[in-house]
């Protein structure tokens, strides 16, 4: 089974592009943080780079809702491919084809990224109240009327 969970920060802005067949893909890097390093002294702990593929609408709402700094949770396959860089080094390249994206950056944090609910949701019409409920989305609710 080929299954990886990652929690890392994006390294850069995700990028949305469209394919030649219609489908959208958002591409992004992450970092992420070894447990134990060298260098975690010296204050610089080691880290592994992901680069990550959201399809269709997935990718969509990554795009719109993620920047570089973010915490992210990813889960999806991955594979690794070989390849030389511009030094004329080999290299290789894990990337992650994401089945889900969770965001962990809380709203508000990461600098001037947009909030995840862009658009604040109503309160919902209680029927039985013939309103919106009061006390921020509440219904007060009598101990007798629960089943339990």
Known sequence: MNKVFLIGNLTRDPELRTTPNGYTVCQFTIAVNRRRSSNAEAGQPEADFFRVSAWRQLGEICSKYLAKGRKVSVVGTVSASAYVGNDGQARASLEVTADDVEFLTPRGEA???PAYNAVPSAPRANP????APQ???YVQVDEEELPF
């Not at 039985?128 to 309103?131: H, L, R, Y």
């Open 111 to 113: 600098g001037e990224a």
């Open 128 to 131: 039985a109240m013939g309103s």
């Open 135 to 137: 006390g921020g989305g």
